[in-house]
């Protein structure tokens, strides 16, 4: 089983930044990729950005630039920091974790998804 536990949503302006957490935990042997997804109100969940154990990342189009994906694979974290924050990117964060666990089977876990809104 995995547990996996996000922070940082808040109401920030615009032009402002905010640095998300996530830290996956439970009986993980290996992690392939740890995420984050967004959910705005009447549109489906769309990939914001990843990173591989690896190191390499993905990019939605929409945040290239402004936003910048981290992990700390001794800890199972993953940060993503958001920079120059638009109202569009008001949206429900989700945490995506892709791993593998001790019974060998694979996962893919969600988090419960901070809020993030940028208003005045």
């Known amino acids: 089983q995995v547990q996996v536990v996000e922070s940082g949503g808040d109401l920030v302006q615009p032009g402002g930044s905010l640095r998300l957490s996530c830290a996956a935990s439970?009986?993980?042997?290996?992690?392939?990729?740890m995420g984050w997804y967004r959910q705005a109100p009447g549109k489906q969940r769309d990939l914001v950005a990843l990173i591989t154990s690896a190191g390499s990342t993905n990019y939605a189009d929409s945040v290239k630039g402004r936003f910048t994906i981290s992990r700390d694979n001794a800890k199972n974290t993953v940060f993503l920091q958001m920079n120059s924050l638009k109202p569009e990117d008001t949206a429900v964060y989700y945490c995506y974790v892709r791993g593998t666990l001790w019974a060998g089977r694979h996962f893919d876990s969600w988090g419960q998804g901070p809020q993030v809104t940028v208003s005045l």
């Open positions: 439970g009986s993980i042997t290996s992690i392939y990729a």
